[in-house]
Protein backbone atom coordinates (compact mmCIF):
# COMPACT_ATOMS: atom_id res chain seq x y z
CA UNK A 1 0.00 0.00 0.00
CA UNK A 2 1.01 3.34 -0.39
CA UNK A 3 -0.09 6.37 1.41
CA UNK A 4 0.25 10.18 0.14
CA UNK A 5 -0.02 13.07 2.13
CA UNK A 6 -0.75 16.45 0.62
CA UNK A 7 0.00 19.61 2.27
CA UNK A 8 0.32 24.05 0.91
CA UNK A 9 -2.89 24.64 0.08
CA UNK A 10 -5.01 27.54 1.49
CA UNK A 11 -6.17 30.88 0.15
CA UNK A 12 -4.02 33.44 -2.13
CA UNK A 13 -5.56 36.63 -4.09
CA UNK A 14 -5.11 36.44 -7.81
CA UNK A 15 -1.39 36.60 -8.52
CA UNK A 16 -0.05 35.24 -5.65
CA UNK A 17 1.76 32.03 -5.14
CA UNK A 18 1.32 28.75 -3.23
CA UNK A 19 3.71 25.55 -3.04
CA UNK A 20 2.10 22.13 -2.47
CA UNK A 21 4.23 19.05 -1.07
CA UNK A 22 3.20 15.43 -1.44
CA UNK A 23 5.03 12.85 0.96
CA UNK A 24 4.57 9.23 -0.42
CA UNK A 25 5.01 6.59 2.26
CA UNK A 26 4.77 2.63 2.87
CA UNK A 27 5.47 -0.02 -0.32
CA UNK A 28 6.79 2.80 -2.97
CA UNK A 29 9.24 2.04 -5.16
CA UNK A 30 10.75 5.38 -6.80
CA UNK A 31 10.55 3.97 -10.20
CA UNK A 32 6.89 5.50 -10.59
CA UNK A 33 5.81 8.58 -12.07
CA UNK A 34 4.15 11.23 -9.56
CA UNK A 35 1.72 14.17 -10.41
CA UNK A 36 -0.55 16.78 -9.68
CA UNK A 37 -4.20 16.84 -10.74
CA UNK A 38 -7.21 19.00 -10.05
CA UNK A 39 -11.09 19.12 -9.35
CA UNK A 40 -13.31 22.17 -9.77
CA UNK A 41 -16.50 22.52 -8.11
CA UNK A 42 -18.65 20.65 -11.10
CA UNK A 43 -16.10 19.65 -12.94
CA UNK A 44 -13.91 16.57 -13.63
CA UNK A 45 -10.80 15.85 -12.16
CA UNK A 46 -7.95 16.56 -14.68
CA UNK A 47 -4.01 16.53 -15.22
CA UNK A 48 -1.93 19.30 -13.90
CA UNK A 49 0.95 18.53 -13.99
CA UNK A 50 3.42 14.88 -14.38
CA UNK A 51 6.93 14.01 -13.30
CA UNK A 52 9.09 10.81 -14.02
CA UNK A 53 11.86 9.26 -11.94
CA UNK A 54 14.05 10.59 -14.11
CA UNK A 55 12.59 14.29 -13.78
CA UNK A 56 10.41 14.34 -17.41
CA UNK A 57 7.54 16.51 -16.77
CA UNK A 58 4.46 17.05 -18.51
CA UNK A 59 1.85 20.08 -18.05
CA UNK A 60 -1.78 21.16 -18.78
CA UNK A 61 -1.61 23.47 -21.25
CA UNK A 62 -3.64 25.94 -18.77
CA UNK A 63 -0.53 26.06 -16.17
CA UNK A 64 2.66 25.92 -18.03
CA UNK A 65 4.95 29.10 -17.73
CA UNK A 66 2.98 29.45 -14.26
CA UNK A 67 3.28 26.18 -12.36
CA UNK A 68 6.91 23.92 -12.25
CA UNK A 69 6.53 20.71 -10.56
CA UNK A 70 9.85 18.56 -8.93
CA UNK A 71 10.50 15.79 -7.01
CA UNK A 72 12.87 14.91 -4.40
CA UNK A 73 13.45 11.07 -4.66
CA UNK A 74 15.27 10.56 -1.78
CA UNK A 75 12.31 11.96 0.11
CA UNK A 76 9.66 10.34 -1.96
CA UNK A 77 8.15 13.78 -2.27
CA UNK A 78 6.41 15.88 -4.89
CA UNK A 79 6.38 19.27 -5.16
CA UNK A 80 4.01 21.76 -7.13
CA UNK A 81 5.13 25.80 -7.16
CA UNK A 82 2.13 27.70 -8.17
CA UNK A 83 2.65 31.32 -9.42
CA UNK A 84 0.62 33.74 -10.78
CA UNK A 85 -2.53 32.20 -9.41
CA UNK A 86 -5.67 32.76 -10.84
CA UNK A 87 -9.44 32.48 -10.15
CA UNK A 88 -9.82 29.45 -12.40
CA UNK A 89 -7.26 27.65 -10.65
CA UNK A 90 -9.42 27.33 -7.68
CA UNK A 91 -10.44 23.69 -6.86
CA UNK A 92 -9.27 20.63 -5.09
CA UNK A 93 -5.79 19.32 -5.79
CA UNK A 94 -5.10 15.36 -5.45
CA UNK A 95 -1.71 14.15 -5.65
CA UNK A 96 -1.16 10.96 -7.60
CA UNK A 97 1.69 8.12 -7.47
CA UNK A 98 1.60 5.64 -10.13
CA UNK A 99 2.88 2.46 -10.60
CA UNK A 100 0.82 -0.28 -11.86
CA UNK A 101 -2.07 1.60 -10.45
CA UNK A 102 -2.90 4.70 -9.42
CA UNK A 103 -2.33 6.42 -5.77
CA UNK A 104 -4.53 8.89 -4.72
CA UNK A 105 -4.09 11.64 -1.69
CA UNK A 106 -7.13 12.76 -0.29
CA UNK A 107 -6.67 16.45 -1.54
CA UNK A 108 -5.77 19.94 -0.54
CA UNK A 109 -7.62 23.00 -1.29
CA UNK A 110 -6.14 26.02 -3.11
CA UNK A 111 -8.73 29.16 -3.29
CA UNK A 112 -7.91 31.66 -5.39
CA UNK A 113 -9.53 35.38 -5.16
CA UNK A 114 -9.98 38.08 -7.71
Known amino acids: QVQLVESGGGSVQAGGSLRLSCVASGSIMNIGSMGWYRQAPGKQRELVAQ???????NYADSVKGRFTISRDNAKSTVYLQMNSLKPDDTAVYYC????????WGKGTLVAVSS
Open 51 to 57: ITTHGVT
Open 96 to 103: NYFWLMDY
